[in-house]
Every structure is written in C-alpha cells, then in structure tokens.
C-alpha cells in the first residue's frame, strides 16, 4: 500500500510549472507593454473593428463572431499598437483610457489569484468533507481518509500563495485599497467603502486571513497526526479525539469560511452584496474538492495500490459529485433569482455586468456545472464506471474554475477578460504545484489508515 | 386452478436470509416469492429478479411535469392574463422564465414522485381495501418468509433449508386464485 510519486508525475508537474512562470511572466510583461504613452493606439487598435465594446468582447474569446472581428486578442493588438508608438504623443490620459489601463494591468494579477485561488478552494473543500466523515462518524469513508489528508496538504502552501498574491496585488485586485478611498475630498474618495473600512482595511484583511489559515492549518495539522498515531494504537483514544477536533473545526469553518468569502472574494466588488454569497462559494468548494478526491482515488487505483476500494466507494463520490452540483445550482439560483426580480440597481448591476461582458463564461458555467454532471451522473449505473466518473469531474472541474472566474474578473478586468496566456500559464503554475505537494503528502504515509475503527466496515462497505 | 404445493421456511435474521438464498439459488431451487418486514439490500440481486424501471419511468414523468410546468406558466403569466411584476411586464416567456423556475422544480418533482408511487402500486397489484397477500403475519414485524416452490421433492428441500438456518419450515397447499 506504499506509495512514492513517480518520477514521470514529478516532471510532468515540474514541466507544468515551469511552462507556467513562462505564461505568468509572459502577461505581466505584456501588460506593462501597454502604458499611459501607447493606451489610445491600443483602444483604437481594440476598435478598429468599429463594433465598440460588442466587438471586445467577441474578439476576446474568439467565439462565432471571431471572423467578422479581425480576430485579434488584446495580447496581439498591445504589440500591434507597441510598433505604431511614438506616432503621436499623449499628454494627459481620458477618463477612459486610464480605466482601460487598469484594466490591462490587472489582468495577470487576476489571472494568477483566480487560479491560486481554485486549487486552494479545492484543498480546503477536501478538508471540510474529511472533518464531515469524521464528526458524522462515517463507516464508508475510511478507505479514502489518506488519499484525503494528502490533498488537504495544499490547504497551507495554496492559502499562504493566496494571501501573498493579494498583498502584491493591492489595488489590482481590490479596488477598496486604492488611495484616498476613505479621505472626504480626495478624488478616489468612495463612501460606500469609506462605511465599511471598520471591516474593508488592508490590515484587517490579512489579519483575519492569517486567523482563517491558522485555524483551518491547525486542524488541519493534528487531524492528520491523530489519524497516523491511531494506525498502531491500541485503543480509540486517537480516533476519538480527532471526532472532537473535528467538530470543532465544523464551527470554526464554517463562520470562517463565510467571512474569507467576503474578504477575497466578495470584496472585489465592494458597493454589492449578497447574504448567501459564503454557502454559495462553499458549495462550489465542496463539489471541486469531492470530484478531485474521486478522480485521485480512480488514479491510484488505476495503479493497483487501492485494492480495498470498491465500485461502492467511487459510487458513493459520485452520488455526492452529482448533489452537490445540484446544491451549488440552488445556491446560485437562489442568489440571482432574487437579485434578478427585485431589480435594486445597486445590486442589479453585479448580474448586468456578468450577462452583458461575460454572456459566455457565466452561462457556460451553468450548463458546465449543472446540465452536464445532472445528465452524465444521473444514471446509477454510470456513477460506477471509472473513467465515465473522470470525464464528468473534468467537466466539474473547469465548470468551478469559470465559476471563480466569473466572481473576480468583471470587478477587475471588466469587458478585457479572455482566456489567453496568462490564465492558462496560472492554471498551469499552481495546478503542477498543486499535483506536486498532493502526490509527495501521498507518499509519505501508508494509504490505508488501517488503525480507524471503522476500517472493517468500510474495506466492507457494499451498496 | 390446480392446488400446488410450497414450501415456507421462516428466518428471523436478515443476514441468515440472505445467506440462505444464496445456498437456495446455488442449488438451482426456484424461489418464489420473499417477505420481509423491511426491505433487505441486495436481496433482489440476490434472487436474481431483473432490475427495477421505475427510474426510467421516474425519468419521464419528471420531463412530463417539466413539460406541463412550462406549458401552465406560459399559458396563466404570459398569453392569458400578463402581469406586471416587478416592472417586468415583457410578455416574453425567455425574459421571465427565472420567475418560473421554482415552479418547473416543483412540478418535476412533484410529477416523478406522485407517479412513481402510483406506478408501483399499480405494477404490484395493491388497492384500498385489498386482502393481504402474506402468508404469514409475522412477516410483518420481526420474521421473514421464504415461499419455494414443491415439485415432489419435499425432504431435500426441508434439509436444506433446515441448515440455512431456517427456524421454521411448513409445507402448505396454495390456492392460486385465492388472492
């Protein structure tokens, strides 16, 4: 039941990674290529399709339209507008060109936090599921607590690179750090956010981070000694005190949780607001964490080094891969539902910006994380084949990563969103770095944790 | 119709039922019929009684109750009497269908339940008022009852249930029509 990360998976995830600084670096660098001299050759560049913002936006994720609008990316007409430069000089900038400058330079920065953010979200869904199977005392789960406690490796690299890309950031990502925000008089001066700067401030919010990631480590940090100490003991002594921390945890989490929803991610949009925006990034947590467990349970079996895995265990993942989709559909309808009817423009815009710019990735994401696993997974039959339970989670998977998309990007990037370079060298970095702790955590420890005394029931578990 | 011998071994544990219909159906005995107080996992399989399609019917009846949910709400808020809720008086049944959602859940759900249980009523022959068909009245609570099948080999068959661990074997004439 031993198991060592192959050679070939550490290079594959090495290879990601590196690919991935590239990507990284290649759209900060082209970013910076766009500055207040050349911003106008670069909008005029952006229109000289002459379709406004309509033709942005098409051109930005090449879709049908991509023919009719020149068909180019704005990474292609930053270096186009970089050889005209110099044509004309620009003394002061327009309102708008400098909010298109922004916009331009926020976007590696978004593009790296979305993706530092997903596989963190998914790390810490796993440990949310894990403290579940234990506080609930579960007799099917236990087979699977190891290759569980290896993902929940990632809570603390993943949340330290979180927290650490919004201190670089600042007010790329987070528009309430701006200067003069909260000083009456200044030109940046916001009210709105001036209001909430007894919670919004820059030292609160890393205060409260390193608080959330201390707690969810610590647990996350004796469950995991408890669950090893308990593979030679004697007694329950261990396992028994892990159900208590775990409890414990579940109250900890889940006010921690919500708060962290605020803070990195409803506070990209700082003027909206909505009361169930926590449990709705819980569910999108929550179903990103149990597809990766069932797809590494899959891949380890594949190797032989999970005989004691059933179809009753990968059936069980996918029952909850397929209600938890459902879960985070209600969740989400149940936030735009009302938002929607009730028409109040100060909340109405979060939706209006997302339908206008973002008609592709936000409805796509539906159809990603709701249709397709309601449809795929619906057949109890089909819950058991493994690579059908793959290729569903696949789905899953890019559905939720468009689901972070969708909540940082409008706030930051506006209508210059598309999935280019830097996106995916993001996806990239933190997805090989994401493969490499989970599979070396695996390695260190049996796979089996053959001392929980539920064990027997689970090895046994048949539905 | 023609009076026919069964046999009825009475067990008072799930597991030893279970168990013992393995041995049964491993010696190419015929079971006819199982009761049980609960439903006991796997025993279909077990039996070897071809899976259920009440999910399939479930299925359709679900798409039916969508169906009619969408029909009704078209018909009632958009041709029939338009209204204007919320300053959305669009008479655009795409532009309103968020508002229409919850109610296409719940005729879904409300379809595929209602039917289902009506389905299975009628495929298992139960009606108000009618007689019960268990032999025996323990098997409504804490006994199960295994019904085979005797073609004139009565000794082996009590052997053999004897050591399935039955508590209990009786050999009864069944009157076809009787139910």
């Not at chain 1, 994380?369 to 569903?392: G, Q, T």
């Not at chain 2, 949910?69 to 008086?89: E, L, R, S, T, Y």
């Amino acid at each position: 039941m031993e198991y060592k990360i192959s050679n070939r998976l550490k290079i594959a995830a090495i290879v990601m990674i590196v690919l991935g600084v590239l990507g990284v670096g290649y759209g900060f660098m082209d970013a910076n290529s766009v500055t207040e001299e050349n911003i106008s050759d670069v909008i005029a560049a952006e229109h000289h399709g002459g379709h406004g913002d309509d033709a942005l936006t098409t051109e930005a994720h090449g879709d049908e339209h991509a023919e009719e609008a020149q068909g180019e990316s704005h990474g292609e007409s930053a270096s186009h507008a970089e050889e005209s430069h110099g044509d004309d000089a620009h003394g002061g900038m327009t309102e708008h060109e400098e909010h298109a400058l922004h916009q331009i330079h926020n976007r590696p920065y978004s593009a790296l936090y979305v993706a530092a953010f997903f596989f963190f979200m998914i790390a810490l869904g796993v440990l949310a599921f894990y403290a579940i199977q234990y506080a609930a005392q579960a007799g099917w789960s236990p087979v699977l607590f190891r290759v569980m406690e290896g993902i929940t490796s990632y809570v603390l690299p993943g949340g330290l690179i979180v927290l650490a890309i919004a201190f670089v950031a600042d007010s790329h990502l987070f528009i309430w750090l701006r200067e003069g925000t909260t000083t009456v008089g200044h030109e940046n001066y916001d009210a709105l956010v001036a209001g909430k700067s007894g919670w919004l401030n820059k030292t609160g919010f890393f205060i409260r981070g390193l608080i959330f990631l201390g707690g969810w480590s610590l647990y996350r940090h004796f469950s995991r000694k408890f669950s090893i100490a308990q593979d030679n003991a004697d007694d329950n002594r261990n396992f028994k005190k892990n159900f208590r921390i775990s409890a414990a945890f579940l109250v900890f989490y889940i006010y921690t949780e919500s708060m962290m929803s605020w803070d990195w991610i409803m506070s990209v949009d700082p003027h909206w607001f909505s009361t169930l925006f926590g449990w709705y990034v819980f569910a999108s947590m929550f179903v990103s964490g149990i597809t990766v467990i069932a797809m590494i349970t899959i891949y380890l079996k594949s190797k032989n080094l999970l005989e004691f895995v059933n179809d009753s265990h990968i059936h069980d993942l996918a029952k909850f891969m397929f209600g938890i989709s459902i879960f985070w559909t209600y969740l989400w309808f149940s936030q735009f539902m009302l938002i929607w009817y009730s028409n109040i423009p100060e909340e109405v815009t979060y939706f209006v910006t997302r339908i206008e710019d973002y008609k592709l990735p936000f409805f796509g994401m539906l159809a990603m994380n709701f249709i397709f696993p309601l449809l795929l997974l619906m057949n109890s039959d089909y819950k058991r084949i493994n690579w059908f339970v793959i290729m569903a989670g696949i789905v899953i998977l890019c559905g939720h990563y468009v689901d972070v998309f969708n909540w940082i990007m409008p706030a930051t990037v506006g209508p210059r969103w598309s999935i280019g370079i830097p996106e995916i060298g993001s996806i990239l970095l933190f997805g090989g770095l994401f493969l490499l702790i989970v599979f070396w955590s695996l390695g260190k420890e049996s796979l089996l944790a053959k001392g929980n005394p539920f064990i027997k029931e689970s090895e046994h578990f048949h539905y | 119709m023609e009076a026919s011998k069964v046999i009825h071994a009475i067990y008072t544990d799930d597991d030893v039922l279970m168990s013992a219909v393995k041995t049964v159906k491993a010696e190419k005995h015929h079971i006819e019929e199982i009761y049980t107080p609960f439903p006991v996992h796997g025993l279909d399989k077990a039996m070897g009684l071809a899976p259920t399609r009440i999910a399939i019917a479930s299925f359709m009846y679900g798409c039916v109750g969508l169906a009619v949910a969408i029909v009704m709400m078209n018909f009632i808020m958009i041709k029939d009497w338009p209204q204007d809720i919320g300053g959305k008086p669009s008479f655009s049944y795409l532009e309103n269908m968020p508002a229409f959602v919850p109610i296409m859940f719940e005729l879904t759900v409300f379809f595929a339940a209602h039917l289902m249980v009506i389905t299975f009523y009628l495929r298992s022959r139960m009606w108000p008022f009618k007689k019960a068909e268990n032999p025996d009245p323990r098997t409504t609570d804490d006994h199960f009852l295994m019904e085979i099948a005797v073609h004139g080999n009565e000794s082996e068959l009590t052997s053999l249930l004897k050591e399935t661990g039955a508590v209990e074997i009786n050999i009864v004439d069944k009157d076809e029509d009787a139910h």
